[in-house]
């Protein structure tokens, strides 16, 4: 079949590459010439486990090909995904300016029955939307459009694409989507056929879900503080009730990335308009914002003040495997220690080139080890494999003095404390 696929972030290259080894004839637009001129280099624009391989494979065999140009696409295309951003507005609002210029551009270059399939993340309506502004822009000439929602996690997107836990089509009747049907039948995977409004509100209903379910953990470590618990032995109990399942309650500073921030105050902002005022996700974009500060209030007090400490901070990705810094937590962490008037050293393995030019003030070290040098604490922000597995040893032995704050619950407290650390951590 031929796929056109529209914005090549983690969720249009992703699809993009996958339906390409797939055996399908792909087409990707990307309008940043910066990330186009990779892209036809075959490099990855961003850091995500497994892309770069399968992005040259499938340029080099010709089922992959990239331009800027969405008329192209529009010609080219049976089926056509948009996957264009859908930022947030200072207000919490979704922006979808980007998704209606794609409307656009394919309403008027469509010279064919063309499926239109929207896989950003974007409020219940938006589908009638983009097919009012095709109709619009082409005249009278109608395009079917669906909702096909996108669930892949970053650091993990390969394998949450080519196997999903399901896959969600909203249409208004099951034959008009068919060849999007035919494109997923590889996968062999269950296929949700709904409206376009659920499928569009199945998606704000899991990531909000998701974020409660980490705000809710993360409340009951601040009471399990207060009491005496271990939260990660409250979450292992509670993770063995199968109604509630153990995914997602991994008590920690909190979630970050493009989407659960995002997405939880877009659904806020959106039923609102629709005339309910979601308090429940109040609360938890309320538990959110106050975990890191309130870590990091207790690494304060521990240490007896930061000013004039050099505390060494591991991980500044929003999370391991990838060099996503996009609502990470590390720069909360950064921001306040700073403020504090504390000297920061911080090692990442994939984000450091991200970080680098806005913080000019701050060390950046080539390994966990070099961070730690002079340090009177570390801060682990990011659980990379490499420090949940580092030598603690050599590790303090680098430190002024050895007290480790596991901001993730990633270390083993037992290896720390053999090798002489005080150990901190969050929910106990
Ligand atoms: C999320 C959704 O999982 C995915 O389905 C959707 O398509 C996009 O948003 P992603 O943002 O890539 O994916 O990462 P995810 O693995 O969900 O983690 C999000 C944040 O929550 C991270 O900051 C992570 O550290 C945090 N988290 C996750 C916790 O603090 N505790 C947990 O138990 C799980």
């Given amino acids: 079949m031929r796929v056109a696929v529209i914005g090549t972030g983690y969720v249009g290259l992703v699809t993009g590459v996958v339906l390409a080894d797939l055996g399908n004839q792909v087409l990707c637009i990307e309008n940043d010439p910066e990330k186009l001129a990779k892209l036809r280099a075959a490099e990855a624009p961003s850091f995500e486990p497994g892309i770069e391989e399968l992005l040259k494979r499938t340029i080099a065999d010709g089922s992959l090909r990239v331009s800027d ?60 939307e983009i097919g009012r502004i095709i109709e619009r822009s082409s005249i009278g000439r109608k395009a079917v459009v669906a909702s096909n929602p996108e669930f892949l996690r970053e650091g993990n997107a390969l394998q949450d694409t080519r196997e999903p836990d399901r896959i969600v089509i909203g249409a208004d009747d099951r034959a008009s989507v068919a060849a999007l049907e035919e494109l997923y039948s590889p996968l062999n995977k269950p296929i949700l056929f709904t409206s376009p409004e659920s499928a569009e509100m199945i998606k704000y209903a899991c990531n909000a879900f998701l974020a409660t379910k980490i705000s809710y953990i993360n409340a009951i470590s601040r009471v399990c503080e207060l009491c005496g618990a271990d939260v ?51 609360a938890v974009k309320g538990v ?28 500044l990705a929003f999370k391991p495997e990838t060099d996503d810094m996009r609502a990470a937590k590390s720069l909360e962490v950064i921001d306040f220690l700073l403020a504090r008037g504390a000297a920061v050293r911080v090692h990442d393995p994939a984000a450091m080139h991200v970080v680098e030019p806005q913080y000019p003030q701050i060390e950046f070290a080539e390994s966990p080890y070099c961070a730690a040098e002079g340090a009177d604490a570390a801060i682990l922000v990011t659980e990379w494999n490499a420090y949940k597995n580092m030598d603690f040893d050599r590790f303090g032995a ?10 993730r619950r990633a270390c083993s407290q037992q290896a720390l404390e053999r090798a002489g650390f005080r150990y901190f951590t969050i929910g106990s």
């Fill in 232 to 282: 990660a032995h409250v979450a292992k109990g509670m993770g063995m009730d199968r109604r509630i399942g153990p995914d997602f309650l991994k008590a920690g500073l909190g979630y970050g990335g493009s989407c659960l921030p995002k997405d939880v105050a877009g659904f806020i902002d959106f039923a609102g308009r629709m005339g309910y005022d979601f308090q429940m996700l109040h």
């Fill in 398 to 407: 680098k430190m002024c003095s050895k007290v480790f704050f596991d901001g």
């Fill in 288 to 315: 959110n914002e106050a975990q890191a500060s309130h870590f990091l209030q207790r690494i304060e007090k521990e240490l007896g003040g930061l000013e004039g400490k050099t505390i060494c901070v591991l991980g």
């Fill in 69 to 128: 140009s969405v008329a192209e696409a529009a010609k080219f295309a049976d089926v056509l995904f948009i996957a264009v951003g859908t930022p947030s507005r200072p207000d919490g609002s979704v922006d979808l300016s980007a998704v209606h210029a794609v409307a656009e551009e394919i309403g008027k270059n469509l010279t064919h029955d063309l499926l239109v399939v929207n896989k950003s993340t974007a409020p219940v309506g938006t589908v009638r």
